[in-house]
T-cell receptor, first 115, second 114 residues
Framework: AQSVTQLGSHVSVSEGALVLLRCNYS??????LFWYVQYPNQGLQLLLK??????LVKGINGFEAEFKKSETSFHLTKPSAHMSDAAEYFC?????????????FGQGTILTVHP | EAQVTQNPRYLITVTGKKLTVTCSQN?????MSWYRQDPGLGLRQIYY???????DKGDVPEGYKVSRKEKRNFPLILESPSPNQTSLYFC?????????????FGPGTRLTVT
């Protein structure tokens, strides 16, 4: 079975500061990994995905994430936070194979950006 | 425009009154899924479908039914809704080609059961 843990349900940063949202996963096989963002009262938008190509993945809006197999982590970072980054972020894993199409999500991290 | 649509977007109903939430995608995707989102729990998969007439339970299937009679549609049925099914529901679709793995999500349906 696969699972996802997002460390910290709330993260608060100042505008211009580094954003770091943590995600650890468990999967018995090399997984597909995703970060989604949800703005207030909206649906989910894909930020970036890891599908066994480069371990450093660049996404939209200046976000990137690094797949570290030894640490079973896929942390999301952005060098400089912007007010518009305030949203809820979800990490998700798909183990592929016979479980392909079955996304398991973390509990979400709400990012607050202060002026 | 490639999209997943859901209807209705908002629904308030009473306990026990059967309801259906529709989902349709125009990308010819083989896979479709239903998720529910609850505060502090993230999104949890209810059911998913690998193709027409092929469905399987997700993590929280109790109290829900689905059908996949056409490739583009994947309705979610609540035969006898209860207050614990009050939630935000998302439909999603993705291609069977694992080289382009991305789930596309609908806008969500906010359901309140009183």
């Amino acid at each position: 079975a696969q699972s996802v843990t997002q460390l910290g349900s709330h993260v608060s940063v100042s505008e211009g500061a580094l954003v770091l949202l943590r995600c650890n996963y468990s999967s018995s096989v090399p997984p597909y990994l995703f970060w989604y963002v949800q703005y207030p009262n909206q649906g989910l938008q894909l930020l970036l995905k890891y599908t066994s190509a480069a371990t450093l993945v660049k996404g939209i809006n200046g976000f990137e994430a690094e797949f570290k197999k030894s640490e079973t982590s896929f942390h999301l970072t952005k060098p400089s936070a912007h007010m518009s980054d305030a949203a809820e972020y979800f990490c998700a894993v798909d183990a592929g194979g016979t479980s392909y199409g079955k996304l398991t999500f973390g509990q979400g991290t709400i990012l607050t950006v202060h002026p | 425009e490639a999209q997943v649509t859901q209807n209705p977007r908002y629904l308030i109903t009473v306990t026990g009154k059967k309801l259906t939430v529709t989902c349709s995608q125009n990308m010819n995707h083989e896979y479709m899924s239903w998720y529910r989102q609850d505060p502090g729990l993230g999104l949890r998969q209810i059911y998913y479908s690998m193709n027409v007439e092929v469905t399987d339970k997700g993590d929280v299937p109790e109290g829900y039914k689905v059908s996949r009679k056409e490739k583009r549609n994947f309705p979610l049925i609540l035969e006898s809704p209860s207050p614990n099914q009050t939630s935000l529901y998302f439909c999603a679709s993705n291609s069977a080609w694992q080289g382009n793995h991305e789930q596309y999500f609908g806008p969500g349906t906010r359901l309140t059961v009183t």
